[in-house]
């Protein structure tokens, strides 16, 4: 039996077990005395749900490629856990040799939403490793965090050690020859985050001071080491086509939240929503081949063993051979019992074609993201939908017998007001109308009509960076302004509204954009007993707002609030492609509601054909203009 | 065809749930490439009935299932092609094909062994007290408990559904290390009557006079029986035996 971290009582006494044995299907079993570097993987959260991430599968098979390298993994214990390895004050140990993570070489964490961020100081606290890297001892293990949080790492910068801007498959294998470099040589950890600090995505807080104004605005953002650079630019794999892919990613015993196999079609978007950090973070527009996908798909469904395969981008509607992709595959395996899961397409006769064979009519939905309730303010936010696209996709689909739709809409958007919210009543109320004006032996019953909104917060890299988000007042304000808008509706009965709280969305408000001051905040709360902020049964606001009173951080300076052109903001120091310049240029077209071109039309000239291939040079011949 | 299969639960893989077994199962097969029949309907999924859950903790030699295919090769074959995609600690022994007409696992179950085992480093009765103290437990008349269930509690005899024991000596523990061997348990098991291990050793431990830590004992089961008897008379065989 292979040894187990945790006793069979502790483990009987937890919920999930499985969670926390390893062991699963296609795990990489090495001998760690035989390997240069021991590398632990976390996500933050719990098993299910870190399980379920495509990037760290992406890693873990590149990192595992190299024999020098054992790479293992490791999630946030579940509360119940938690409780114990601290009464027992056992150390957390990573699944695969449940050795414990301190006597690792490097712990890596992939934040992916802000609402992690106590969980990264819950595995650091369990892990009896220093929650302040400047705590930290030679023997520690070097921590590094990635993932999209990362494009403003400054809120938990005190934390990290080294922050790593950009895909993994870029430079991750120059970090490790580096570090076993260094580490043969006899090298510190000071000379080696130095060394580290010279490849580009390698950002090490420690090596940059912050000064501050007295309006609180930072004043100057200056490193203090001669090996540190002055920007530090994102790193990204250009060949899509031709790069690591887990051919046989690991198939958990406890059902996870994407308990299936993952295909990541393309990198990127083109479409430039202007609320969107990935879209312009991913930038450029990069596909796989068609041939790639083929191959992986059919070689992760052998090693796997899972009943379905899901489409994974950005936009799957933009993927120039998305049709062949989907016909292919349901032709290849669909009558081998394998379940095409579409992502939320665009909806035409392909979409509609395509989900008829996929899906069960009666219990599927039509999913549509207007985002906005006017045409006004998608033209705002550059979101390319327009009434008529919805209501024509809508009337086909009520032909073709589908009676649910799903509408996905944002307030507090720059320059909402109320005409803006009350359009989302309007719109729910003309797709209803399109579905009763079908002649009745057409229609199956009721149509369903699901209307969520959520709070929009503005984030770093995005046109809206410099707009100040919604108050909680103003937003709650809106919101029952657009349930009694709902409730005025002639088809009301057949529109349900539901929405996000406010109470989350106003904490990753201030984190989004938040600078060096807030790591103490995150840290307070912490300790006062915060963890899984994510999960709605274990979110505390009160200690939360303590937290923020204690350490004079507050929603008006970080999230409510304009900036100006002329401010420093906390993430300047990060070059993601994409211009400064783009992205006001791209703001003040917003304000006066104008579009801009989406990048399969043309460019918009943002900075990203820096990088020398995508849909930048696919589609232009390669000039840089 | 519908085709029995065997196998064991061992090691780590005693923390894997019931719903979390017949899943991961579904997957292997699919790995193995069987030849597995779907249900009709949009979400299709591959027919197994596995024939009685064992509880999470507990180990196990003597686990079945039965599945439906549409062909299959050798049994010898077939083993060795799931074992290939399989883990470590989950492991088919046997392979067969049933008879047309054959009655499901889950329906001619009717009895299972059990290995019960001490873990180390607990407070427990002496061997020879235990031993003692278990004669007397199981010479009584009748072994009344209340069995509580979701709707109901009622009193029932625990001593006709105990249908053998016997001491443990040298029970191959290499499984099982730090275990002390202590009692084997022959039990009544399926949906006429079902009483599981825990229950004999809660009853024990309460007639003994000491407190009942679930912890102090390391569960094995051994073998899943069907009762080709006739009458009241029981004739217990394994399930892979049935058709013999």
């Known amino acids: ?625 | 065809m519908i085709v029995r299969i065997k196998f064991t639960k061992t090691g780590s893989s005693k923390f894997v749930g019931h719903l979390d077994l017949l899943r991961y199962f579904q997957k292997a097969f699919r790995r193995a490439k069987l030849d597995l029949t779907y249900s009709q309907g949009f979400n299709p999924h591959p027919l197994i009935t596995i024939a009685a859950p064992l509880g999470v903790g507990l180990t196990s030699e003597g686990e079945y299932l039965d599945v439906t295919l549409n062909s299959c090769d050798e049994p010898a074959i077939m083993i060795d092609r799931i074992n290939e995609a399989m883990a470590n600690n989950i492991s088919v022994t046997d392979f067969i094909i049933l008879p047309e007409g054959s009655k499901n696992a889950m329906a001619v179950i009717a009895a299972a062994d059990y290995n019960i085992s001490l873990r180390e480093g607990y407070d427990f009765l002496s061997i020879n007290d235990f031993r003692d103290k278990f004669r007397d437990f199981y010479n009584q008349d009748s072994i009344m408990i209340i069995k509580k269930t979701k709707k109901s509690e009622k009193e029932m005899d625990l001593k006709p559904l105990i249908y053998k024991y016997e001491f443990l000596d040298n029970y191959d523990l290499s499984q099982n290390d730090g275990y002390i061997p202590l009692i084997h348990l022959q039990l009544a098991t399926g949906s006429a009557n079902n009483i599981k291990p825990e229950l004999v050793l809660e009853t024990f431990c309460e007639f003994a006079g000491i407190s009942y830590n679930p912890f102090v004992f390391a569960t094995h089961r051994v073998e899943l029986y069907g009762d080709i008897g006739k009458g009241k008379e029981r004739d217990l065989v394994p399930l892979n035996k049935m058709n013999n």
Not at chain 1, 51 to 75: A, P, T, W
Not at chain 1, 106 to 113: E, K, P, R, S, V
Not at chain 1, 489 to 512: P, V
Not at chain 1, 577 to 596: H, I, P, Q
Request: net charge negative; aromatic share 12%.
């Open chain 1, 1 to 625: 039996m292979n040894k187990l971290a945790l006793s069979d009582e502790i483990l009987l006494s937890v919920d999930k077990p499985a969670r926390y044995i390893g062991n699963e299907i296609n795990m990489v079993k090495k001998d760690p005395s035989k390997v240069d570097i021991r590398f632990a993987m976390c996500f933050p959260d719990v098993y299910e749900i870190g399980m379920s991430h495509l990037g760290i599968q992406i890693l873990y098979d590149m990192f595992n490629k190299r024999e020098d390298v054992y790479c293992e993994r490791l999630y946030s214990p579940w509360v119940d856990l938690d409780k114990l390895m601290r009464e027992k004050n056992i150390p957390l140990f990573a699944l695969e040799s449940q050795d414990p993570v301190k006597d690792f070489d490097f712990l890596g964490f992939t934040i992916q939403y802000e609402m992690c961020y106590t969980n990264i100081l819950q595995v650091l606290d369990l892990s009896h490793i220093s929650l302040f890297s400047k705590d930290r001892r030679e023997e520690d293990p070097i921590v590094i965090g990635g993932g999209p949080c990362t494009y403003n790492p400054e809120p938990i910068a005190d934390f990290i050690d080294l922050f790593y801007l950009g895909e993994g498959e870029a430079v991750y294998n120059e970090l490790f020859d580096i570090y076993k470099e260094n580490k043969k040589n006899g090298g510190t950890r000071l000379e080696f985050l130095e060394k580290a600090a010279s490849i580009d995505g390698i950002y090490v807080p420690a090596f940059y001071d912050v000064t501050y104004n007295e309006d609180k605005t930072i004043k100057s953002f200056t490193k203090n080491n001669p090996a540190a650079k002055d920007k530090v630019k994102r790193v990204v794999e250009m060949d899509m086509s031709n790069t690591y892919y887990p051919t046989k990613p690991i198939v958990p015993y406890v059902q996870v939240t994407q308990d299936r196999v993952v295909l990541e079609i393309q990198r990127g978007c083109i479409r430039g929503c202007r609320f969107c950090q990935a879209g312009i973070v991913y930038r450029p527009l990069r596909e796989r081949s068609l041939d790639f996908l083929k191959d992986i798909a059919g070689q992760m469904l052998k090693n796997t063993g899972h009943e379905e395969i899901s489409l994974s981008s950005l936009s799957s509607s933009d993927y120039s051979q998305l049709q062949e992709l989907v016909y292919y595959l349901i032709d290849e395996f669909g009558s081998k019992g394998v379940n095409i899961s579409l992502p939320s397409l665009r909806i035409d006769a392909f979409a509609l074609d395509v989900m008829s064979k996929v899906q069960d009519i009666k219990k599927s939905s039509l999913t549509f993201a207007p985002e906005a309730g006017t045409q006004r303010l998608r033209d705002v936010i550059n979101k390319g939908l327009t009434e008529e696209e919805i209501l024509n996709g809508a009337r086909d689909a009520f032909i073709g017998g589908w009676n649910k739709v799903k509408l996905y809409f944002m307030l507090g958007l720059p320059t909402e007001n109320f005409d803006d919210v009350e359009g989302i009543a309007n719109l729910a109320d003309k797709i209803a109308r399109e579905y009763y004006d079908l002649p009745k032996e057409n229609r199956k019953g009721r149509v369903n009509i699901n209307v969520s909104t959520s709070y929009f917060v503005p984030k770093p890299f995005t046109p809206f960076q410099w707009s100040a988000m919604e108050t909680v007042d103003n937003y709650l304000e809106k919101q029952r302004f657009l349930k009694g808008k709902i409730d005025e509706q002639l088809n009301r009965k057949s529109i349900r509204y539901s929405w996000h709280d406010a109470e989350t969305s106003i904490i990753e408000g201030i984190f989004a954009r938040g600078d060096r001051r807030v790591g103490k905040a995150i840290y307070d709360a912490y300790k006062s007993g915060c963890i899984y902020d994510s999960w709605s049964e274990h979110f505390d606001f009160d200690k939360w707002l303590k937290a923020f009173a204690d350490n004079d951080i507050s929603a008006e300076f970080y999230a409510n609030r304009d900036r100006d052109f002329d401010e420093i903001l906390p993430w300047d120091f990060i070059d993601v492609g994409v211009t400064k310049e783009f992205l006001w240029r791209d703001y003040n077209r917003s304000l006066k509601e104008k579009t801009t071109i989406n990048c399969a039309a043309g460019c918009a000239n943002c900075g990203a054909k820096v990088f020398g291939g995508g849909i930048c040079f696919d589609r232009q011949g390669g000039q840089v203009q």
